[in-house]
């Protein structure tokens, strides 16, 4: 089956389904050299831009038929021109077509419109490789929404204590680079599974997202236990189905997902950490910020007062690390919870 790489939960990932290809969500690897990604987006970029566009440009993800970018944040905008430019300018490194998909998340019926006319838009582009009919669509519909059930049923096994946030992180991210009928076999074996139970400082993560586990193995090393996070390689992935097996249902799925840092406003950020982290039991509040993505910094002051928990904000963190500074300041407080 071909591929179609994608960037950020943003993408309408049911649309490549119904199209007949894979939907691959495109990570970058932490401490790998991302020198030839710095040459075209600068050091100034969130590094997992820079790492993606390393990797897409040495082939490390494989053959890709087509690239689809969504505008979740700043980083991933230069990404898509960068990009875009490549393919124009530089047609001898073969790099697939390229699309930016634009989904607003104001709570507005004109928003609701806007999104839609996106998603059809995108549906039309990808119907290159195989015209999209509402049959195709509602099939995709369906299957994507089951495992989304499925990773909602192992957030649960967490919040127990017998799964660890690392293993779902990497659960997660498995689901977003096979086919989906693989990816829910995948989820379904897990849960049937006779887990063991887990341990540990319950600490609920907010700020920058996490493509890679690292940070979550560094934490639960040190004796907490990660039963929830707030960013789009976790709960905010799933936490919503669609109403209904349609395009317009689609739309609005997409548009009333999350808040995620880089698009919702600190209110709107500041009451969702709260509510999930007393949906989780959680004891500490963690905010891990990566070094060039400003958004949870400014969200950190709000969240750390609506939660009422233990918290700390690590700020400037290089990607995929947990610096020894920020786990020393992280310690006494789960001391105190």
């Known amino acids: 089956m071909s591929s179609v790489g994608y960037v950020g939960a943003d993408v309408p990932v049911e649309l490549i389904t119904a199209a007949g290809l894979r939907p ?26 820079r790492s993606i566009l390393t990797r897409i440009l040495t082939d490390d993800y494989g053959p890709l038929e087509a690239i689809v970018v969504s505008r979740d944040c700043e980083a991933s905008l230069r990404l898509f021109y960068a990009l875009r430019e490549l ?60 495992l989304r059930r499925s990773l909602a049923r192992l ?41 063991p139970g887990v341990e540990g400082t319950r600490l609920f993560l907010t700020g920058s997202s996490h493509d890679h586990p690292a940070v979550y193995e560094t934490l639960e090393h040190n004796g907490f236990l990660v039963v929830g996070e707030d960013h ?23 548009q009333h997902n999350g808040p995620a840092a880089p698009r919702a406003s600190i209110r709107q950020r500041a009451a969702h950490t709260a509510a999930a982290a007393r949906a989780c039991d959680a004891e500490v ?13 400014w969200d950190f002051p709000e969240q750390r007062a609506a939660t009422g928990l ?7 963190q290089p990607y995929g690390e947990l610096t020894p500074e920020a786990l020393a300041a992280l310690v006494p407080a789960g001391a105190a919870a």
């Open 285 to 297: 509040l963690f905010s891990y910020a990566r070094v060039h993505d400003d958004p949870p910094p």
């Open 232 to 254: 789009d390689w976790g709960e905010l992935l799933f936490a919503r189905t669609c109403a209904a097996p349609t395009e317009l249902a689609l739309a609005e799925r997409y």
């Open 310 to 316: 233990p918290a700390v904000l690590a700020e400037r």
């Open 87 to 146: 393919h124009r300018v530089e047609p001898a490194l073969g790099l697939p077509p390229v699309r930016l998909v634009d989904v607003l998340h104001l709570p507005h019926h004109m928003t609701t419109r806007y999104v839609h006319a996106k998603l059809a838009q995108l549906r039309e582009w990808l119907g290159r490789w195989r015209p999209i009919g509402d049959d195709d669509l509602a099939a995709a519909i369906t299957a994507h929404d089951t």
């Open 24 to 49: 691959l969500r495109l990570t970058g690897k932490p401490g790998r050299d991302s020198a030839l990604g710095d040459r075209y987006l600068g050091r100034g970029v969130d590094p997992v831009a």
């Open 155 to 195: 957030a649960a096994l967490r919040r127990a204590n017998r799964l660890s946030g690392t293993r779902f992180l990497e659960t997660v991210a498995a689901t977003t680079g096979v086919p989906i009928t693989e990816a829910i076999a995948l989820v379904e074996r897990l849960l049937a599974e006779d887990l």
